[in-house]
């Protein structure tokens, strides 16, 4: 089958969604020295919200794809990734302090998951596996 001019729109308009999200959140609260005079809840509510936000536009354009194995590991990792944040961010929030290692594992999924990197490589490889079936 091939790529429809629709689903290239679409993909394109996702992945400059997820680029904007990624940028903004990276610029305006990671990088923000301000950040850290804000409570513990609003910084976990902000990456949550960010993770969330980046899940469904993504979840947007791989529900139209044929593979539908494709979609399924989008919310595998996804959601997988989600329980270890919200595990953590509980933890951090109503137990005690994570100490800096988990802190940098915590944002080191959260990178994973709100990068277009995981959304560019889904899409290049249905391309691949599009052209392979074709021929």
Avoid: C
């Amino acid at each position: 089958m091939k790529l429809y001019k629709s689903d290239k729109v679409r993909f394109i308009a996702g992945l400059i969604l997820i680029g904007i999200i990624y940028s903004l959140f990276y610029i305006y609260f990671l990088e923000n020295k301000d950040v850290a005079a804000l409570s513990g809840f609003l910084r976990h509510g902000i990456s949550f919200g960010a993770t969330l936000t980046v899940y469904f536009i993504g979840t947007s354009h791989l529900g139209t794809l044929e593979d539908k194995w494709m979609s399924s590991l989008w919310h595998f990792v996804h959601i997988s990734g989600l329980i270890i944040l919200t595990g953590l961010g509980l933890f951090d929030l109503f137990i005690a302090d994570i100490s800096f290692n988990m802190r940098r594992f915590a944002l080191t999924i959260l990178e994973f998951l709100i990068s277009p990197v995981l959304y560019v490589g889904m899409g290049l490889l249905n391309r691949s596996l599009k052209q392979q079936s074709a021929s």
